[in-house]
C-alpha cells in the first residue's frame, strides 16, 4: 500500500527562520511528487512537481528537494505569509483502474511569528 | 489559467434533501476529481473521471453520485445525506494520463443537518 508520511507535523517558526519540512514516502511505481500549500477553508494551491531523485525546483521562499525515499520543502527567511499547511502528495498507477492517482500525506501546519 | 471554479461555496442541506455540486475548468483538462476533506485531514480522494469515463470509485457510498456531462464540467449529486458527510468538496483537474499535476478548487462547504 502506497504511504506518505509528512514531518514535522506542526512547526512554528520566527519570521526570518529557516527550516524545512520532511516528506517520506513508500509507493510502487512512483510518477511524481506534488508540494501543495493549502489555507485554511480553501482547496491546496499547487507548488511544485518533482518527478525523479536530485530533481530541485524554487519558487521564492521555498525549494522542493527529491530523493528516492523522501523529499524535502525548505523554506528561507519565511515571513508571516508563509504559514499554512503544506501537504505533499504522491502520483502512482492505480492497476486496477488503469489510471494515476493522487495519495496525500496528512500535511505540516507552519506557523510563521512577526 | 488554472482556474478550477466550484459553486456553490457554501451549502446546508437537510438529511433528506437533493442537491448538487458543480465544477467548472477550462484549461483543456481531461482528467477531473472528486476529493473530501474533514477539518485538519488531507484530501481524501472520491472519483475520478479521465477522458468523460469513471476511472475510480473508491467505495463511496451511493448517497453521492458523480457525472460528467463533457471535459470541462463535472457534478456531483447529493441526497440522503448524513451529518457526518459533512466536509470541504474539492474539485481538481489536470491534464490526464500520466500527468497528474492537479489543480484544485477552493471547494464547497457542506454541512449537512
Known amino acids: 500500500e502506497d504511504q506518505v508520511t509528512q514531518s514535522p507535523e506542526a512547526l512554528r517558526l520566527q519570521e526570518g527562520e529557516s527550516s524545512s519540512l520532511n516528506c517520506s514516502y513508500t509507493?510502487?511505481?512512483?510518477?511524481?511528487l506534488f508540494w501543495y500549500r493549502q489555507d485554511p477553508g480553501k482547496g491546496p494551491e499547487f507548488l511544485f512537481t518533482?518527478?525523479?531523485a536530485g530533481e530541485e525546483k524554487e519558487k521564492e521562499r521555498l525549494k522542493a528537494t527529491l530523493t528516492k525515499k523522501e523529499s524535502f520543502l525548505h523554506i528561507t527567511a519565511p515571513k508571516p505569509e508563509d504559514s499554512a499547511t503544506y501537504l505533499c502528495?504522491?502520483?502512482?498507477?492505480?492497476?486496477?483502474?488503469?489510471?494515476?492517482?493522487?495519495?496525500f500525506g496528512k500535511g505540516t501546519k507552519l506557523s510563521v511569528i512577526p | 489559467d488554472t482556474e478550477v471554479t466550484q459553486t456553490p461555496k457554501h451549502l446546508v442541506m437537510g438529511m433528506t434533501n437533493k442537491k448538487s455540486l458543480k465544477c467548472e475548468q477550462h484549461?483543456?483538462?481531461?482528467?477531473m476529481y472528486w476529493y473530501k476533506q474533514k477539518a485538519k485531514k488531507p484530501p481524501e480522494l472520491m472519483f475520478v473521471?479521465?477522458?468523460?469515463?469513471?476511472?475510480i470509485n473508491e467505495s463511496v457510498p451511493s448517497r453521492f453520485s458523480p457525472e460528467c456531462p463533457n471535459s470541462s464540467l463535472l457534478n456531483l449529486h447529493l441526497h440522503a445525506l448524513q451529518p457526518e458527510d459533512s466536509a470541504l468538496y474539492l474539485c481538481?483537474?489536470?491534464?490526464?494520463?500520466?500527468?497528474?499535476?492537479?489543480?484544485f478548487g477552493q471547494g464547497t462547504r457542506l454541512t449537512v443537518v
Open positions: 481538481a483537474s489536470s491534464q490526464g494520463g500520466e500527468n497528474t499535476e492537479a489543480f
Open positions: 509507493v510502487s511505481g512512483l510518477r511524481g
Open positions: 473521471y479521465s477522458y468523460e469515463k469513471l476511472s
Open positions: 502528495a504522491v502520483q502512482a498507477l492505480n492497476s486496477g483502474a488503469g489510471s494515476y492517482q493522487l495519495t
Open positions: 484549461m483543456g483538462h481531461r482528467a
Open positions: 518533482l518527478y525523479s
